[in-house]
């Protein structure tokens, strides 16, 4: 059974730092590019970011950008997002998806398997 596990959300305070996994089971992780995104209460899901099935290739939501790095290891099954000077406004549940191709080009809106999400916090 095809399965994406989040998991490292939490509570953190305004410039904290949080590294959020996702790993998969039944399934080869390396055939696809995974994305990650994110939905606050009242908002539409928003993609954050994705990195291509190598790892050679990644993109960020401008929001994100110098704050967030994704990386992913194959060998683990596992991707990663490290955050990194946290906002209020990163306040959201983060899930991670498996994206229909190895690239990252579209992925908002190209993906499969989806893990259950792990709720994100900043507040003091």
């Known amino acids: 059974q095809w399965q994406l596990v989040e998991s490292g959300g939490g509570l953190v305070q305004p410039g904290g730092s949080l590294r959020l996994s996702c790993a998969a089971s039944g399934f080869t992780l390396a055939y696809y590019a995974i994305g990650w995104f994110r939905q606050a209460p009242g908002k539409e899901r928003e993609g954050v970011s994705c990195?291509?099935?190598?790892?050679?290739?990644?993109n960020y939501a401008d929001s994100v950008k110098g704050r967030f790095t994704i990386s992913r290891d194959n060998a683990k099954n596992t991707v990663y997002l490290q955050m990194n000077s946290l906002k209020p406004e990163d306040t959201a549940v983060y899930y991670c998806a498996a994206v229909l191709d190895y690239y990252c080009s579209g992925y908002v809106s190209n993906t499969g398997y989806w893990g259950q999400g792990t709720q994100v916090t900043v507040s003091s």
């Open positions: 990195i291509s099935n190598s790892g050679g290739s990644t």
